[in-house]
């Protein structure tokens, strides 16, 4: 009799949805049956990319971003080469080319490579997209700890820190900065920050807030190129606000799939490495891409930490299953859709956006449009709905009324006829009762953790928020929702 070889899994990239899929394997690693090696050109084992601003400016420790037990994954038997590149895939030999002129072996693999910052078409700047940048020095693209190790050496008080980009990443970088007393200016081309996702007066609002954050902002501007002088970057050069004058430049123009490894080796590429619904890129059911770089059936990569951790979970059960038996034509597709609810917060502002608020007022009989103002307060609310069910909103300044127009656009479920009663659930004066989450709503947008796994954390005898999010992962993405985990701690029954 043959003894059953364990399956060799090998994965390339070591980023948070790398960390999910080889945290789902462990089990199955240790017992023997798969052998798990994770090739990572960084020199770090997996962290929280989210957090990269803060640790930029010194409000987290780079201990704290961690996403992996290096003692669990050794006691497994995982291995992990770190600052090893793959430099190209071998298909019919099933094996990984290495930059150290190695080689390793695999049965499955997995390609979990991510997405590089954009680098715009700037005069000065290397803008191959299919290449890492070589920046000059003074201008960052917060992807990396490394990145935000350079941008933290370049901040101190009164110090200009130009950001350019004015998505949510841009502005949250930007609000970090300014807790540090630099001096940030968001630059972007549209007429407002968040350009997709506000209309104009909510835009104006957004803007406004920014400013009293203390953040510079610089609209409808159209970057051409940096000036340098003896020491870097020295400014950012514009044709329509002129030289804008910065000691540094993060940039934060959007990201692009890491993909060239993937083509490399005849495998379909888009917008992302071209997977289907079961995240398989190769009629062999040898090759699979999860995460940042994976184009899941047309759909491009959602960028969010959400859809990547579910798909993470799926294949590594999936991978398990594979090495058992053959997968039925039958197996029904699963979901890693992301919900579009938009969340920003920092500094005083909270912004949450959904779904599409373009409609007027007298668009179409079906469509119906209500706004409300307030910016001596800095509020602002408009909704859009079709007979009564949300179909897009934006609340500024109104964390009550977001959470319930969160719970009814993803519910769709029916607002109340006189939807000024949504204003009055942030009216302290008032005792208003909300609608209460199920177990089913999703409590975590990072994770997709539900308020029901939460509780069911809670329950088992989870006191704290970090041992919720070893549970279940909640709180462990952006720490949006660490709030709400603390609120049903708070409410837990003590224990005798």
Known sequence: MTEHRPQRIVIIGFGPVAASLVEGLLPAAASGQCAITVISAEEHLAYNRVLLAELAVGAAEFEHLGMVDPQRLADAGVEV???????????????????????????RLVFATGARAVVPTLNGLNFDPHAEASLPAGVFALRTVDDANQLRESLGPGRRIAVLGGGVLGIEAALAIATTGAQPVL???GPAPLGRVVDADGGALLARNLR?????????????????????????????????????LLISTGVRARTELASGCGLPVGRGIRIDEFLCADTERRIFAVGDCAEVAGQPPAGLLAPGWAQAAWLSRHLLELDNSTVSASLPAPDFSASDVLMLKGQGIELTAAGDISAGYWDEPDLQATVYADPARGRYLKI???RDAVTGFLAMGLPQTS???????????????DRSALLRLDDPATEQVSAIPSDEDQLCRCSGATYGQVAHAVNAGCTTVTQVGESCRAGTGCGGCKAKIEELLAKAPAVA
């Not at 930059?99 to 072996?105: E, P, S």
């Not at 969160?406 to 769709?412: K, S």
């Open 187 to 189: 630059v972007h081309h």
């Open 212 to 248: 009293a954050a203390g953040v510079e902002v610089v609209s409808g501007a159209k970057a051409t190129g940096i000036h340098k002088d003896d020491q870097g970057f020295a400014g950012l050069m514009t044709s329509t606000h002129g030289l804008i004058q910065a000691d540094a």
């Open 384 to 386: 859009v709905t079709r």
């Open 403 to 417: 959470a319930e127009l969160v719970l009814a656009y993803e519910r769709g479920t029916a607002l109340p006829e």
């Open 81 to 107: 080469r770190l600052g090893v590149r793959a430099t190209g895939i071998d298909r019919s030999r099933r094996r990984v080319h290495l930059q150290d002129a190695g080689h390793i072996f695999y049965d």
